[in-house]
């Protein structure tokens, strides 16, 4: 078991069983949600989330961000991290002890729940907004970006890794699909986009797509704003969203659009129960 980690102003000191330097080039501070990102390109990051808002959360603390370097743990002279598939076949794939090396470097002293490790993998679950809600509310993450033809199973069952896929296509590496991952879960952290609305209303938050956005010019090239979102009308123009919403979920996601309604229709079957027990206990007062 890790030691328990000793905060000191904003930077968190805690014992390893590597020199600091080389688990680290950034501070851990304190009580920030963090990302470890274990790689064989660690000069790859932080990357897109360098700029805008998720750059300036990184720079201010809110949220912080260490790439670990996969082939520091690698093998022999020249460092090797793969070796040929058993039973043959084509590709490369990470060798199991040199990725548990990495992984027990990044080790931390929480659960799995507070602190989920994660393989970029395009056979895990698809990632979504529910996962990114939840990844944003542990106190940090650690994910294993893949290569080659991807990671010696015995570890990721040994070391009890969640597997999410960020879609049905295949990468080069997780590299880019862990940046996506980190960038859909740092904008949810409370002071980083600055307005709660901007997410509470956005696609997926309410399980549909979000509603089309307009803005200035009010006519543009023969076109013009809908009349019902300069009524001033609040009542009425939510409702139109509402009813765009709900269009769009039906005609580009279907998928979206039924699990919607199965949702809704138990959420009713609840609420009646829960009315019908009330009924029946004031009967019997």
Request: with cysteine; hydrophobic share 35%; glycine share 8%.
């Amino acid at each position: 078991m890790a030691a328990p980690t000793k905060s000191h102003g904003r930077i968190s000191i805690s014992a390893s069983r590597k020199p600091r330097a080389l688990l680290q080039d950034t501070p851990d501070i304190a009580g920030a949600w963090k990302a470890k990102v274990l790689t064989l390109y660690p000069e790859m990051f932080p990357g897109v989330l360098g700029h805008s808002l998720t750059g300036t959360a990184l720079k201010d603390g809110l949220w912080a961000l260490e790439a670990l370097d996969i082939r520091r743990y690698g093998r022999g002279k020249h460092r090797n991290v793969d070796d040929t598939p058993a039973g043959g076949g084509a590709g490369m794939v990470l060798r199991a002890d040199v990725v548990a090396e990495a992984l027990d470097a990044a080790q931390t002293p929480y659960s799995s729940t507070d602190w989920p490790v994660i393989y970029l993998s395009p056979r895990g679950k698809p990632f979504n907004q529910a996962i990114a809600q939840r990844l944003s509310r542990a106190k940090g993450i650690t994910l294993l970006c893949g290569r080659f033809e991807g990671v010696d199973q015995r570890v990721l069952d040994a070391r009890e890794v969640e597997e999410i896929s960020m879609g049905d296509f295949i990468l080069t590496g997780g590299e880019i699909a862990a940046q996506a991952l980190i960038d859909a879960c740092v904008r949810l952290i409370p002071r980083v986009l600055g307005n709660q609305e901007s997410f509470e209303n956005e696609s997926f938050s309410d399980g549909l797509l979000e509603h089309p956005h307009y803005t200035r010019p009010t006519i543009w090239e023969g076109r013009t704003i809908p009349d019902i979102l300069l009524s001033g009308h609040h009542a009425n123009i939510a409702a139109w969203r509402s009813a765009q919403s709900e269009s769009l979920t039906k005609e580009r996601r279907p998928d979206l659009w039924r699990a919607h309604i199965a949702d809704s229709v138990e959420d009713q079957q609840l609420s009646d129960a829960h009315n019908n027990r009330r009924k029946d206990e004031q009967k019997d007062d």
